[in-house]
């Protein structure tokens, strides 16, 4: 296990500086004036060249590069073009707010659409199935910020149980947060359990047609132990790993969430160095992405060695 | 997002390997005759689910909404004549705008502004990721070690985020927006296309092209493409739903045509603000809009990757 682990986190590391590299590439190489771009087209070429020198873009190419390397793996992104603040002090608090609402979208879709997938697999295509895979398939179907747009109308401003603006006030309880906080991640929820409910569905379809599904059946087992002990952690695997997939994902949707409801997170954040081209904070955010996206992926390849002692047995071999 | 991880699952331990598994010979060498048989016999089982129907009727109506633009909207899409926020009425059927524009007519001529950017975005990524997926699938060793690692990085980046950065750093223009999503779309594509063509590699038949002599761009183009063109179509249709989906949302953020064009993503961005003021309409139908064309190609997806993937 130990040996699977090394070897793991050895090629997480490289794919982590292979993204970082990607990332230098968009905005350093392509043939793009990042002074231009931020003074806009009517600048005088003097500032034009003095702001790029300052932020670095006259070095050679390959200082350029190391130097960003080197921010990529000491985490440290530089300063933020626009306010002149380092760019963690930027990022990492806006990280832990989008971070909240993430966790609060998983926590009401995860169970929801495991119990969805599971139905639908038991009664395969049967009526409850065709609704819950045509159900799955639209919602997967709708952008984050057009069902935060819908729900928004419904619940903040219709029904006035939630709130239009989701920045809770500074020091409020965790009860209140969720007052805030419960309309914004019902939306990413909508968009999570159509992937998770279709993969869970598949998984235990498959497991169910399985040998050794069928050995423990005949072998007297209740259905319900054959489900627990057999069926559902051989099944459960891709949904592990769509769910660790989705965690990176869910980075590209919660922008149109945070902006619908004004929500300072990770993505307004985003948004607003878009807006100021503030490159380094946008490069920053981009590249910590990428690399909670490894994280999520790493722990989700370990949990699945954890769950099924095959997969074990096989990475030691 | 992550569709392309259902695909694959988890390897050998879910599958219920039948023990007739040697029996069965390898994939018969099909000839041309057959092989357009077998092709027009999965056309005819896709026309026939209804989720293709469906799918279909919806996006033929954006289609031709795209192609005809103002002949066919009852309105002026940029007359701000009108008054201002009217409600849903008989003239106006999905009521006015903040600048009294028309918002069905608005929202009919913004399917081209979509339409002109997704499906060729999704053909493109499609075709750089055949190409990518043919060389690590066949030429396979050190080739495939590198372009594995390199597309495994592209996974790690959502489209959004790093399309936004490129166009922040590059300039915002529809080629800008259609370039990065192909290029974005390429590593998907190559990792499914990788995937067949690993399975085709070591069949008989195309041994016997190896045998013949054959050179290395004729058995990947000629002799294995057209077996893995299952996945490859499954793959073009639902990379345009996806294509839809990251479009608007970018067109949302502001990374769109600019103003006044009646882009469903930017309508949708310029109404949302008043909804709290009771005034739905403006965003409600574009949005309905963008969520009708992603449901309708990924109806149509559907039905074909559950005939072709059951043949």
């Not at chain 1, 500086?17 to 350093?28: D, K």
């Not at chain 1, 399985?210 to 069926?231: L, W």
Request: charged share 15%; net charge positive; proline share 6%.
């Amino acid at each position: 296990m130990s040996r699977y682990l090394l070897r793991r986190l050895g090629s997480a590391v490289i794919t982590l500086w292979l993204l970082a590299t990607i990332v230098f590439v968009v905005v350093s190489v392509l043939p793009s004036n990042v002074g231009r771009q931020i003074l806009g087209p009517f600048a005088p070429q003097e500032q034009v060249d003095a702001l790029n020198h300052r932020l670095g873009f006259d070095r050679p190419i390959i200082i350029q590069y190391l130097q960003s390397m080197r921010r990529v793996f000491t985490l440290n992104f530089g300063e933020s073009y626009t306010s002149g603040a380092p760019v963690n002090d930027v990022i990492f608090p806006a990280l832990w707010r989008s971070g909240k609402l993430a966790l609060l979208a998983f926590i009401m879709t995860i169970p929801v659409s495991i119990l969805a997938g599971i139905i639908a697999a038991r009664r395969q295509d049967k009526l409850s199935d065709r609704a819950i895979v045509n159900l799955g398939l639209a919602t997967s179907s709708i952008p984050e910020f057009v069902s935060a747009a819908v729900l928004l109308s419904i619940f903040c401003v219709h029904w006035k149980l939630g709130k239009a603006f989701a920045n809770p006030p500074d020091g409020a309880t965790i009860v209140q947060q969720l007052q805030y906080l419960w309309v914004p991640a019902l939306a990413m929820a909508i968009t999570y359990f159509g992937y998770l409910a279709r993969m869970t569905r598949a998984g235990v379809i498959s497991a169910q047609h399985s040998d050794y599904a069928r050995t423990a059946t005949m072998k007297g087992m209740s259905s319900s132990q054959v489900m627990r002990r057999h069926i559902m952690r051989n099944a459960l695997a891709p949904t592990i790993t769509v769910i660790s997939v989705q965690i990176g994902y869910l980075f590209g949707g919660i922008i149109g969430v945070e902006r619908v409801f004004n929500y300072s997170g990770l993505g307004s954040t985003m948004l607003i160095a878009v807006g100021k081209r503030d490159i380094p904070v946008l490069q920053g955010a981009v590249l910590l992405v990428g690399i909670i996206y490894m994280f999520s992926t790493l722990a989700a390849d370990l949990l699945i060695a954890a769950l099924n002692p095959r997969v074990r047995l096989e990475v030691s071999k | 997002m992550s569709e392309s991880d259902q695909i694959e699952g988890n390897p050998e331990s879910m599958v219920s390997t039948p023990a007739v598994d040697v029996i069965i010979p390898a994939t018969p060498p099909a000839g041309p005759s057959e092989r357009r048989a077998a092709r027009k016999e999965n056309w005819r089982l896709i026309r026939r689910r209804p989720s293709f129907i469906v799918g279909n009727i919806i996006a033929i109506v954006w289609v031709t909404c795209a192609i005809l633009g103002t002949r066919i909207t009852p309105h002026d899409p940029l007359d701000f004549r009108a008054k201002p926020h009217l409600s849903p009425s008989s003239d106006f059927w999905f009521g006015t705008d903040k600048t009294g524009r028309d918002v069905l007519s608005r929202v009919m001529a913004g399917a081209r502004d979509v339409l002109k950017i997704a499906p060729p975005a999704a053909l493109l990524g499609v075709l750089f990721g055949v190409i990518l997926g043919m060389l690590m699938g066949y030429i396979g060793k050190r080739v495939d070690i590198i372009l594995s690692r390199i597309v495994e990085a592209f996974l790690a980046l959502p489209v959004v985020l790093i399309a936004l950065l490129a166009i922040t750093t590059l300039g915002n223009s529809s080629w800008v927006v259609l370039g990065v999503v192909a290029v974005l779309f390429t590593p998907v594509v190559a990792r499914t296309v990788r995937s067949a063509v690993l399975a085709e590699r070591d069949l008989d038949y195309v041994t016997s092209a190896r045998l013949r002599g054959e050179s290395k761009m004729f058995i990947m183009f000629k002799e294995v493409l057209p077996n893995v063109s299952g996945p490859i179509v499954v793959e073009l249709t639902v990379r345009i739903g996806y294509a839809v989906f990251a479009i608007s949302t970018l067109s949302f953020l502001g990374a769109g045509p600019p103003p006044p064009s009646p882009d469903w993503g930017a309508q949708v961005s310029e109404g949302f603000n008043s909804i709290s003021a009771g005034i739905w309409w403006t965003t409600f139908f574009p949005a309905a809009a963008i969520a009708s064309l992603v449901i309708a190609v990924n109806l149509i997806a559907d039905a074909v990757q559950s005939v072709l993937e059951a043949s």
